[in-house]
Structure formats: C-alpha cells, structure tokens
C-alpha cells in the first residue's frame, strides 16, 4: 500500500538553529499538508500546499516556517530559527484531491519529532 | 468556526469490553466531513473513517462501529469486544472540503488502553 514517508524520524537541535523536515508524498497525489502535534495535545494544521503553491495556511504558520516541493518527490518544511515551543511532532501527508467518494482522504506519514534544547 | 471536543481523555477497560469514544463537533457548513484516525504508540496518524453530513446512516466494519447524530452533534465510534491492539490515542476530525486540500480540525484525542 502507498505510503508517506519522513525524515527524520527524529531531531534534536539548538534554539536558534534552522531545520528542515523532509517527506516523500504519495506520488499521484496532489495536495500537500503539514501537521503539528506538540507532546499530549491534539494535531493541528500548519499548512496546504498546491500547484506549487500554499493553498492555505494557519496562524502557527509564520514566517519562521516555510514549505517547499524542490523535486517532483520531496516536500520539505524549514523552520527558519526554532524556539523551544517548536518541539512537537510534525506530520506530512498527502491526498489526491479528487471529489470522489472514498478519495481525498489524507494518508499521513509516521512523523517527526523535533526536539529544541 | 469549527470545533471538534473529545470530552474523554482516557478510558480504560478489560479486553473484550465493548467500548464508546465520544466525539461532538460544532460547525455552520451544512456540507462537512466527519473523520476517525488512530494514533498507536508507534506514532503514526491510521484513518479509519470518513464519513459526510448527508449520509446519517451508521456503519459497520468487524469490531469498529460508527453512529453519527447530526441533531446532537456527535459521530461516536464504538469498539465490540476490545482487544490489546485496540490501545491507542484516538482522535475524531471535521473537515470542510470534499474536494481540493483538506484542513482537518481534530479533537483533543482519547487515550483508550485495554487492559488484558
């Protein structure tokens, strides 16, 4: 079964230090996504992404945050400079997009998890 | 705008209990989707289910059943006859897009443990 894929699984990284966080979607889908979940707490969009370009961001997503498709496979989230609320587990996933019943739903990757020390 | 509540935090039972994770949500769209995701203690984010605000009838896949209530709010998900594997943190979602990119608002999240 097609699956989205990350890296890396885990990181650890100083305050102030810039990170990206890579994903391989699934290849025929179209719809890129970022997610966050700090430790304990609910799962919460960051960002969407279309046509090489953010369809839709959140409030968490400022400009210390930015996404990226450099390749026809690899979507990247860069955390410009990371603050110790940055730590938390990021979620890539990805969907088709497509308005057919049991389509567009979103395959999730295993995740990051980002330590800021 | 869209809210999603799990009011249980945690439940606990013995295997091969039945038991219900609750799930209300508030929204003003009259089209939405309604979603289900199990979160093991790998990490990884597992859909379950979907389900969109026109079709109320419930569902049923081996253990996992579904009841989605759209005059009280609620797509509760029921688990018959619990076993270990069910253990996970459970999170119910509401979606407005059928179409195009999909921003998943999720609830808190209920931690079920089964207990053998």
């Known amino acids: 079964e097609p699956e989205v894929t990350q890296t890396p699984s885990h990181q650890v990284t100083q305050m102030g230090q810039e990170v990206i966080l890579r994903c391989v979607p699934i290849s025929n889908h179209l719809y890129f996504y970022w997610y966050r979940q700090i430790l304990g707490q609910k799962v919460e969009f960051l960002v969407s992404?279309?046509?090489?370009?953010?369809?839709?961001k959140s409030e968490i997503f400022d400009d210390q945050f930015s996404v990226e498709r450099p390749d026809g496979s690899n979507f990247t989230l860069k955390i410009r400079s990371t603050k110790l609320e940055d730590s938390a587990m990021y979620f890539c996933?990805?969907?088709?997009?497509?308005?057919?019943?049991?389509?567009?739903?979103?395959?999730f990757g295993a995740g990051s998890r980002l330590t800021v020390l | 705008a869209q809210k999603v509540t799990q009011a249980q935090t945690e439940i606990s039972v013995v295997e091969k209990e039945d038991v219900t994770l609750d799930c209300v949500y508030e929204?003003?769209?009259?089209?939405?989707?309604l979603f289900w995701y199990k979160q093991p203690p790998s990490g990884e984010l597992v859909f379950l289910i979907r389900?969109?605000?026109?079709?109320?009838q419930n569902e049923i896949s081996g253990r996992y059943s579904w009841n989605f209530q759209k005059s009280t709010s609620s797509f509760n998900f029921t688990i018959t006859a619990s076993q270990v594997v069910d253990s996970a943190v459970y999170f119910c979602a509401l979606s407005e897009a059928f179409q195009g990119a999909q921003k998943l608002v999720f609830g808190q999240g209920t931690r079920l443990t089964i207990n053998p």
């Open positions: 929204t003003r769209d009259t089209t939405y989707y």
């Open positions: 992404f279309y046509n090489n370009e953010i369809s839709e």
């Open positions: 996933a990805s969907s088709d997009g497509t308005p057919v019943s049991g389509a567009n739903v979103l395959t």
């Open positions: 389900r969109n605000s026109f079709d109320e």
